[in-house]
């Protein structure tokens, strides 16, 4: 089995992943995440064949946002791989005397074989991908990019409905500032999803640039308030957080606050063998007594976080030379 692993990544990484940045699911093909999935699948269904293709190499966390999944999961997936974390906590670092950005960039190549960075400024994982000659992994930027997040997103969907291409998804909520909902977008146009429904109030609809680059994609997309109209017809409801920390004005954000709630009454409505995802954390908009529900899928899609992001560090770091 372990070397079953060990050649399929190395095929992979023969084919385009080796030592490459990920910054935003737009510049991964189909095929590109497809193998990406396929590895996925192999490490959480087969754990105990993992190969500890890290082998000792440095994997830096700076995270100058909060995170629990993101920076914990990378971490355990590099643990896992045989390898090492050195975490950059900002508070306790020289950026608490005003150490710039790029330079903070430099050290930590320096230090390390790769870099997952999650900055609140749109564009700040591109800037040190462009600085660090080791690839840079973007853990989220502002309200921009979040591409490991869609990735496992999109493996989920695989691993629970078989297939993402002709279904029906809804994606409520805070679509406008969540980053989240910004990749699975991009990440939904590599494929042939039947109709994407964008359900929130007019003012969390997503941001013009988003819009504009999703329809020249292809995607079908359909705006609309209330997710009761469609819900029997959807397989994949995808809910976000109304993102309070990214609202230029507070008085925006009391408008929309609490402006959306899926119930469990609402959710006993779906369609048989639909599932409910969250990027989470979440906060009201999905109520607990939800999670008792059999299509309630985003633990396991939490969970399923650590194999993805071992996949990707397999590819893009094991075993290559640094
Ligand atoms: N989904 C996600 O990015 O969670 P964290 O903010 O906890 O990393």
């Given at each position: 089995m372990e070397c079953i692993l060990a050649r399929e990544g190395e095929q992979m990484r023969r084919s385009?992943?080796?030592?490459?940045?990920?910054?935003?699911?737009?510049?991964?093909?189909r095929s590109d995440l497809e193998s990406l999935f396929e590895l996925a699948g192999k490490i959480s269904d087969r754990?105990?064949?993992?190969?500890?293709?890290?082998?000792?190499k440095i994997v830096a966390t700076a995270f100058f946002e909060a995170s629990t999944r993101t920076r914990l999961s990378f971490t355990t997936a590099a643990l896992k791989l045989g390898g090492k974390v050195i975490d950059l906590s900002p508070e306790a670092s020289s950026v608490m005397k005003g150490e710039s950005l790029p330079d903070t960039v430099r050290m930590l190549e320096s230090y390390s074989d790769l870099i997952v960075i999650r900055h609140p400024s749109e564009g700040a994982a591109l800037l040190a991908s462009e600085i660090s000659e080791s690839p840079v992994i973007n853990g989220g930027d502002g309200s921009q990019h979040h591409p490991t997040q869609a990735m496992l997103d999109l493996f989920t969907i695989t691993k629970l409905k078989g297939h993402i291409d002709g279904l029906n998804y809804a994606i409520v909520g805070d679509t406008r500032y969540a980053r989240t909902a910004a990749s699975l977008l991009y990440g939904l146009s590599k494929f042939k999803p039947k109709k994407v429904y964008l359900v929130s109030p007019e003012s969390l609809q997503p941001r013009i640039e988003i819009k504009t680059k999703i329809d020249e994609l292809g995607l079908r997309t359909e705006k609309l308030e209330d997710l009761e109209e469609i819900i029997p017809e959807i397989d994949v409801i995808y809910l976000t957080r109304i993102?309070?920390?990214?609202?230029?004005d507070v008085m925006e954000y009391e408008k929309v606050r609490g402006s959306y709630e899926i119930t469990r009454n609402l959710i006993v409505k779906a369609k048989r063998g639909s599932i409910v995802l969250h990027p989470?954390?979440?906060?009201?908009?999905?109520?607990?007594?939800?999670?008792?529900?059999?299509?309630?899928?985003y633990m396991k899609q939490a969970e399923w976080g650590v194999p993805m992001r071992m996949a990707i560090l397999e590819l893009v770091i094991g075993g290559a030379k640094g």
């Open positions: 385009g992943w080796s030592r490459r940045d990920v910054i935003n699911i737009l510049d991964f093909s754990p105990n064949s993992i190969r500890r293709s890290l082998n000792e993102q309070k920390e990214r609202f230029p989470l954390p979440r906060t009201n908009e999905l109520p607990s007594e939800v999670d008792t529900l059999p299509n309630a899928a």
